[in-house]
């Protein structure tokens, strides 16, 4: 038997909101440093330091067992009467239970396990907030709940805010009460839904005993919110137009005895909510670049990673290759590896394609309805399901096109190389990369246009897939965006190459402006030609200080910085004066075949993922960023390598 989708659409409709988005749901160098403090942000880990060979029975457990299968307890599922839950300070949010029944539609009358999506989609609308019946047809209880200022719940949307997790509490609260739940709590969703799931487990409360994430954030700030110091004009502007669409839709009547006048209440809350407490502001703020440009409480407070530590329940983390949370998904997976059963699963996804694990089952990894289910009878009903030792991190490796396990992530073989940019007397934007340094000096001049990136796989995955699903070309190959950068292309390789983890561009680079964006892609070049999309960065000059106490490093090569994105750490560009950029690469694994060549591109602008606040862009239009190769600034890549037999070797052999 074949268990349906995640999340099953009702209808076109509910389709095509979830894909609009399915989501959450910015010496000569300048390079400085920041004392560490304990109480701002969460650290990389370090991982210097090799890891020692598994034993056996461990090596057993990078093998996926088969799709995990039961029948179903129930027949029939019913949906009681939409129910408002009246919080602390009398603001109501609108719940939906849904209980397994028998054959004449009576609803199952005992506690049972109870699964939890916490959504900011109005729950009558989008796809991916609808009760599983899967799941509740095997002996659950589901409750859906939208969150305040969402949907059909009262209040003023503040997203993910101190107030979201005082509800996230005392929703928890009010699930372990009700007669039909026996106090066992799991988490469900994509997106918004795996974020608020996270939220969740962090408050503490011991009724949550599982956690399935599907491409939540980990960091709003460096993310997708403000990376490399840029707003997000792709993603945070859909994502807030469709929170605030969904939110102004009239809502079913049904709440407490059909009073008329709680859908006019609701909207108008709803409405003022996003002129003046939330939405506008926070908008606006960005554009005029206010305080909360930089990485401050309001972003902090928003970030699961800023209390991962306090999740306890097992939890699965599903993240994607070209997800919008591409950087935060393996560091939640960091986060919880230490106290508690996480697994982490990474497919070739932009957000929508991860939010359904599109192209699932594959390589012996079951589609996500069956991980899933096991999951949850496994944490939740103390079944025999073998998910507390599915294999501990799943990557798809593109060029290779195969899901393959590893014990850890980055590969625990994964050693760090630098590959230098060289540049060319004749062509100076199309240089070569070699892993020896620079003997001689050179130069290159780019234009710093801020519209570079409007046809590349970075368009497509910061909107969340939605334009590479319109302009399928621009999301498969670099070629077009690489007019405009310096090109840097490595001879054919003589032997395959395995990349995985993240990656660090160290970039000497001067401009005429007072600021610049500095932006690195990763591709592989195909014997035609094509440069296909591996992953990309952008970093703003002025906030490129790299703190070492918190970046990592492996094998005394940076491979992710650590950028504070403080006012302090603010650096004072000065025009002409050459300046180290380290840009983090946000983390990728692929095979590069022999006779394919390695890309590194190097330009001034990727939108839509990023696009300096007016300020900022206004002191740096029109200018000119120059690229330096040279012995005493020599620009380079760092990569983490893996033995491309290691990798191999550890393909699911149940494909």
């Given at each position: 038997m074949q268990i349906p989708t995640l999340f099953p659409p009702r209808g076109l409709a509910a389709?095509?909101?979830?894909?609009?988005?399915?989501?959450?749901?910015?010496?000569?160098?300048?390079?400085?440093?920041?004392?560490?403090?304990?109480?701002?942000?969460?650290?990389?880990?370090?991982?210097?330091?090799?890891?020692?060979?598994?034993?056996?029975?461990?090596?057993?457990?990078?093998?996926?067992?088969?799709?995990?299968?039961?029948?179903?307890?129930?027949?029939?599922?019913?949906?009681?009467?939409?129910?408002?839950?009246?919080?602390?300070?009398?603001?109501?949010?609108?719940?939906?239970?849904?209980?397994?029944?028998?054959?004449?539609?009576?609803?199952?009358?005992?506690?049972?396990?109870?699964?939890?999506?916490?959504?900011?989609?109005?729950?009558?609308?989008?796809?991916?907030?609808?009760?599983?019946?899967?799941?509740?047809?095997?002996?659950?209880?589901?409750?859906?709940?939208?969150?305040?200022?969402?949907?059909?719940?009262?209040?003023?949307?503040?997203?993910f805010s101190q107030i979201d997790h005082?509800?996230?509490?005392?929703?928890?609260?009010?699930?372990?009460?009700?007669?039909?739940?026996?106090?066992?709590?799991?988490?469900?969703?994509?997106?918004?839904?795996?974020?608020?799931?996270?939220?969740?487990?962090?408050?503490?409360?011991?009724?949550?005993?599982?956690?399935?994430?599907?491409?939540?954030?980990?960091?709003?700030?460096?993310?997708?919110?403000?990376?490399?110091?840029?707003?997000?004009?792709g993603f945070i502007p859909l994502w807030i137009t469709l929170v605030t669409g969904l939110s102004l839709i009239p809502t079913p009547a049904g709440f407490d005895n059909n009073d008329p006048s709680y859908a006019l209440t609701t909207l108008l809350q709803h409405l003022q909510g996003a002129l003046t407490d939330f939405q506008l502001p926070v908008v606006a703020g960005a554009l005029i670049g206010d305080e909360n440009r930089y990485d401050t409480e309001f972003w902090r407070i928003r970030s699961p990673l800023e209390i991962i530590d306090k999740v306890s329940a097992?939890?699965?983390?599903?993240?994607?290759?070209?997800?919008?949370?591409?950087?935060?998904?393996?560091?939640?997976?960091?986060?919880?590896?230490?106290?508690?059963?996480?697994?982490?699963?990474?497919?070739?996804?932009?957000?929508?394609?991860?939010?359904?694990?599109?192209?699932?089952?594959?390589?012996?990894?079951p589609d996500l309805a069956n991980i899933r289910l096991a999951w949850f009878d496994h944490y939740l009903k103390g079944m025999d399901t073998s998910a507390d030792s599915y294999p501990p991190v799943t990557q798809y490796y593109k060029g290779s096109e195969r899901y393959v396990t590893a014990s850890d992530w980055p590969h625990p073989e994964a050693h760090a190389e630098t590959f230098y940019l060289h540049g060319k007397p004749l062509l100076p934007l199309l240089g070569t990369i070699t892993r020896q340094a620079p003997g001689a000096s050179y130069q290159t001049s780019l234009l710093q246009t801020p519209l570079n990136g409007l046809c590349s796989a970075s368009a497509s995955q910061w909107t969340a897939g939605v334009l590479g699903m319109i302009t399928p070309p621009c999301a498969e190959q670099d070629n077009l965006t690489n007019l405009l950068e310096a090109v840097y292309t490595s001879e054919p390789l003589p032997e395959a190459m395995a990349i995985n983890g993240p990656i660090t561009g160290q970039i000497w680079a001067s401009t005429t402006a007072f600021d610049t964006n500095v932006t690195v892609r990763i591709s592989v070049v195909d014997e035609n030609g094509i440069a296909r999309p591996l992953t990309h960065g952008i970093q703003m000059a002025s906030m490129s200080a790299n703190d070492p106490e918190r970046a990592r490093y492996m094998d005394n090569k940076l491979i992710q910085p650590w950028h504070p994105y403080s006012a302090e750490s603010r650096q004072t560009i000065t025009p002409f004066k050459p300046f180290l950029a380290d840009v983090e690469v946000f983390p990728t694994s692929a095979v590069i075949a022999a006779g394919e060549r390695l890309r590194v591109s190097v330009g001034a602008s990727d939108l839509p993922h990023g696009i300096s606040p007016i300020p900022d862009l206004l002191t740096s239009l029109l200018g000119a960023l120059t690229l330096y190769s040279s012995p005493n600034m020599p620009s380079r890549v760092n990569i983490p390598l893996v033995p491309t037999e290691s990798v191999q070797s550890h393909f699911n052999p149940q494909s």
């Open positions: 389709l095509t909101l979830t894909i609009s988005l399915a989501a959450c749901g910015g010496d000569s160098s300048s390079s400085g440093t920041q004392t560490p403090d304990a109480n701002t942000s969460t650290a990389i880990p370090n991982v210097s330091e090799p890891a020692p060979e598994l034993p056996a029975s461990e090596q057993a457990n990078l093998i996926w067992p088969d799709a995990y299968q039961r029948a179903q307890d129930y027949p029939n599922t019913v949906t009681l009467p939409q129910k408002l839950i009246t919080m602390r300070d009398g603001i109501r949010l609108a719940a939906t239970v849904t209980l397994p029944a028998d054959a004449a539609g009576n609803p199952i009358n005992q506690p049972l396990p109870v699964i939890a999506t916490f959504t900011g989609y109005n729950q009558f609308y989008s796809a991916g907030a609808f009760a599983d019946n899967e799941l509740v047809q095997r002996g659950y209880a589901y409750i859906t709940v939208d969150m305040r200022g969402t949907g059909a719940s009262e209040g003023s949307w503040q997203a005082d509800d996230i509490a005392e929703l928890l609260d009010y699930i372990t009460i009700q007669p039909w739940s026996n106090g066992t709590i799991g988490m469900n969703g994509a997106s918004y839904m795996g974020i608020t799931g996270l939220l969740a487990g962090a408050s503490e409360d011991p009724a949550v005993k599982a956690i399935f994430a599907v491409v939540p954030m980990g960091d709003a700030y460096r993310d997708v919110v403000f990376g490399g110091g840029q707003i997000n004009a097992p939890t699965f983390v599903v993240g994607g290759l070209h997800d919008i949370f591409q950087r935060g998904e393996p560091l939640i997976y960091e986060g919880l590896k230490a106290h508690t059963n996480a697994k982490l699963l990474i497919g070739p996804w932009t957000h929508l394609q991860g939010s359904f694990g599109e192209g699932l089952p594959a390589d012996g990894v």
